[in-house]
């Protein structure tokens, strides 16, 4: 299995699962939907330069963080036109959409895609360290997350974690459409301690 496919499925599997309100949207979230990681990043660490005691903020970072190495790798196969026809390799395959002017990759090309992502998984597995609150919540609309994978800025339908997990899922989909972007995931400290474990596990995938 790989990365998205672990992250949509065993999350919405093992997290608190829920159709409810929360009193106050995540200051991640937005970033999240509307696919602005880098913006959110940074948003983030300044907020938490003045609220160094937010550990919901800092549980939102390190979520960002996460997304933010997925996007990277989908948006570098992207760029060198690999799409999801590598679906007998684990971990490579991921659904990009077509680029019909992809650039020449090398050799050194491939090894500073997985250099860079091993070190935005460092980042994200040291900002989730830093949480100590036990009672730490994150509720999020999983299934409205965006990844900008053609990199134009602009987020579509076709970049949303519902049409990644139905491409996974066989063409299927967990809920329908409308169902699952209403589903709040209630991410707890048991997600932190899974999320850095995580992150271990794809940083040594990619060192090897």
Not at 17 to 43: C, D, H, R, T
Not at 46 to 53: E, F, T
Not at 106 to 131: C, G, H, P, W
């Amino acid at each position: 299995m790989n990365n998205v496919k672990i992250f949509i499925v065993i999350v919405t599997v093992c997290c608190g699962i829920a159709n409810v309100g929360f009193a106050q949207q995540p200051l991640v979230e937005k970033y999240l939907i509307n696919g602005k990681l880098s913006e959110g990043e940074s948003a983030l660490e300044k907020h938490l330069k003045q609220n160094p005691k937010d550990d919901q903020a800092r549980f939102g970072l390190g979520t960002l963080q996460m997304m933010k190495a997925v996007e990277h790798l989908a948006q570098s196969w992207y760029r060198f036109g690999i799409n999801d026809n590598l679906d007998q390799i684990p971990f490579f395959r991921l659904p990009v959409p077509e680029n019909k002017n992809p650039e020449r990759v090398s050799y050194q090309d491939v090894r500073n895609v997985f250099k860079d992502m091993i070190k935005q998984l460092d980042e994200a597995d040291k900002t989730l360290a830093k949480i100590t609150s036990k009672d730490v919540k994150l509720p999020l609309h999983l299934f409205q997350f965006h990844l900008d994978i053609d990199q134009d800025g602009m987020v579509t339908d076709d970049e949303d974690l519902i049409r990644i997990s139905q491409q996974y899922l066989g063409g299927g989909s967990i809920l329908p459409d409308a169902k699952a972007r209403e589903v709040v995931v209630a991410f707890d400290y048991s997600d932190v301690l899974w999320m850095r474990g995580y992150t271990h596990l794809l940083r040594s995938m990619l060192e090897f």
